[in-house]
């Protein structure tokens, strides 16, 4: 959204700034968060009408944190805005932002390095499934071995008693 600046009055009619509320004065509670921190309202301080066209543009940044402020556009005439608490806001939201973005990269990161290690835990899970098959195919053909020794050795018990028989006769 681009902000709607209006200058339909002049600078003669336009209220004073310190007058009008501070747009973000209703965000203040909602937003703690974000160490919003309350308007001042000393006429010291420094406050600048919120539909001047640097404010307006700047305002643009805090719409993604700030969803509601977004509605407030239309209607900029009737805000100020305190530059010492509101603009540091900006800064560090931004800062916010990108901490978040790297923490999204590092956690990214971390996804496709755990999914690696779970393809490789996949990969030996199939590798000792196969292993077991073998170990399985190998214990059946040692059975067989072992089972045909032992009819082997009956045969040969066999023949050995038939042998001694035939001997004995």
Request: aromatic share 8%; with cysteine; proline share 2%.
């Amino acid at each position: 959204m681009r902000p709607q600046i209006m200058h339909s009055l002049s600078t003669y009619q336009r209220p004073k700034v310190h007058t009008l509320k501070c747009i973000f004065a209703d965000f203040v509670e909602c937003y703690k968060a974000f160490r919003l921190r309350p308007c001042e309202t000393s006429e010291l301080q420094t406050w600048r009408h919120a539909d001047s066209a640097n404010i307006a543009k700047n305002l643009l940044k805090y719409y993604d944190y700030i969803p509601e402020l977004a509605e407030c556009q239309s209607s900029l005439t009737k805000y100020s805005i305190y530059i010492a608490s509101h603009v540091d806001l900006a800064v560090e939201l931004d800062q916010t932002k990108r901490l978040l973005e790297s923490v999204q990269v590092e956690n990214r990161q971390k996804s496709q390095e755990i999914m690696t290690l779970n393809n490789q835990i996949v990969q030996m899970q199939q590798h000792i499934d196969n292993q077991k098959d073998e170990i399985e195919m190998l214990r059946g053909q040692l059975q067989k071995a072992h089972d045909d020794i032992i009819e082997i050795q009956n045969l040969y018990s066999e023949q050995y008693k038939y042998k001694e028989t035939l001997i004995e006769q």
